[in-house]
């Protein structure tokens, strides 16, 4: 029978390798215990702005959004009937994102790549959630070089709604660095960022900024930062003021896409540590089974 100590050593390592997979996924939904939500998550670039919007619906909420998802009223949300729920729903979510980077904000939201999950199937009393990957454009940086990220989320002010903000680890461009300035950030596994709340402050540059720092370099107003003197390098067109609607916002059509993207590839290599790491506590087991025989 294997000592006590070494079960608890074989445990942890399960438990560290299962949390590298889990970190290895992409944003995903949260439980809410009423009401709707919204997460936003951010990925900086060099030549954009990528943001992971989860729109997430809670079971107490889920019939009124379901009786009006199943057009054809036959009691089961087809894969047409939800994508035409998520479609519908982008623009709407967009347009509420007030996002600002150097004062400006950007001249075209792409959405990129679109999912959803357990929006399809039967109509049941279930958490709906629907995801967004965004592609912003990003106006020059900013004389002193870098960009400022001012972001108010400003969907369902009007009914029970959460908002959580990420910064994740993995996906940002690895030449890229950041400061999060408001509000303060909860560090969950991996080294990603959670934020409670509507807003957040970020500023984010492609080599890292000593000189920039929470707590003593103070945060600029949107204002300030568009006044600035950005002759030195071509402005890309201001986008229309968020009242009013935008012609910028496309998306593709991907049918509940097979994703293939960044945070696939690494969810099957933890999937292939995983199993590793048990093989090698399987063999380590068998090895001491022996050698006490």
């Not at 809670?58 to 998802?69: D, H, Q, T």
């Not at 894969?79 to 004062?103: C, Y």
């Not at 991907?254 to 093989?279: C, F, H, K, Q, Y």
Request: hydrophobic share 40%; glycine share 8%; aromatic share 12%.
């Amino acid at each position: 029978m294997p000592r006590p100590r070494m079960r608890l050593s074989r445990l942890w390592c399960l438990g560290a390798l299962v949390a590298i997979a889990l970190n290895a996924l992409p944003l995903t939904a949260h439980e809410l215990p009423s009401g709707v939500g919204t997460q936003t998550a951010f990925f900086f670039h060099p030549d954009h702005l990528e943001i992971e919007l989860n729109f997430g619906i809670s079971k107490v909420e889920s019939w009124n959004y379901l009786e009006r998802i199943d057009t054809d009223g036959n009691g089961t949300v087809s894969e047409e009937e939800s994508l035409a729920f998520i479609d519908a729903w982008g623009p709407k979510l967009i347009q509420a994102m007030d996002v600002n980077v150097n004062g400006f904000r950007p001249a075209t939201f792409d959405i990129v790549e679109r999912w959803e999950a357990g929006i399809r199937g039967r109509l049941l009393t279930k958490s709906l959630d629907a995801f967004y990957k965004i592609r912003c454009s990003l106006p020059p940086e900013l004389p002193t070089g870098g960009w400022w990220l001012h972001y108010r989320d400003t969907t369902f002010m009007t009914q029970e709604s959460t908002q959580i903000c990420w910064v994740r680890q993995l996906g940002q461009d690895e030449a890229f660095s950041f400061w999060i300035f408001d509000p303060t950030p909860m560090p969950s596994w991996g080294g990603d960022f959670q934020m409670y709340g509507r807003g957040a402050t970020i500023f984010f540059d492609d080599e890292f900024r000593g000189d920039i720092q929470p707590g003593k370099t103070k945060i600029p107003f949107a204002s300030e930062l568009r006044n600035l003197d950005y002759t030195a390098v071509p402005r890309e067109p201001e986008a229309p003021p968020n009242d009013a609607p935008s012609e910028a916002v496309t998306a593709t059509d991907t049918a509940t896409p097979e994703r293939t993207d960044g945070n696939t590839i690494m969810r099957w290599a933890s999937i292939g540590a995983i199993v590793t790491g048990l093989l090698a506590l399987a063999i380590e087991w068998r090895r001491r089974a022996r050698t006490r025989e």
